[in-house]
């Protein structure tokens, strides 16, 4: 091998993690930075999906806002939580300086993935 080689990847081992898309309906929660939207929490209400969206205005710290959250997640799939549980389980917390907060009570729902992501999209 040498340095003009590219190197090969391969996940050896990784926590086990909600599934990232879904086709039901999402319950979601804005994820808040210091003022600011910068991404959304979502889970599947019909099934074991949830993730994290980051919104295209929210910047760099909405997308680095997301190594938090699929840590927080395989954390919770990890702890026997279910998706919806999960989405629950920071609503109200601390402000996390890297993933933020959630807002008590700020929970919504829409009909679909695809339109959390065009939300995000702005």
């Known amino acids: 091998m040498s340095l003009q080689d590219q190197p090969e990847f391969r996940t050896v081992w990784a926590p086990e993690s909600f599934a990232r898309t879904t086709e039901s309906a999402v319950r979601f929660s804005p ?20 993730q994290y969206v980051a ?14 959250w699929v840590q927080r997640l395989r954390w919770a799939k990890a702890n026997g939580l ?9 609503a109200g917390q601390e402000e996390d300086p890297r993933a933020g907060r959630i ?16 939300l995000a999209a702005g």
């Open 31 to 50: 994820v808040v930075l210091g003022d600011a939207v910068v991404g959304y929490l979502w889970a599947a209400t019909a099934d074991d999906a949830a």
């Open 103 to 118: 807002p008590p009570d700020a929970e919504q729902e829409l009909p679909s993935l695809r339109a959390l992501e065009e």
């Open 55 to 68: 919104r295209e205005d929210g910047g760099d710290a909405g997308f680095n806002a997301a190594v938090s």
């Open 82 to 90: 279910t998706p919806l549980q999960a989405l629950r389980h920071w």
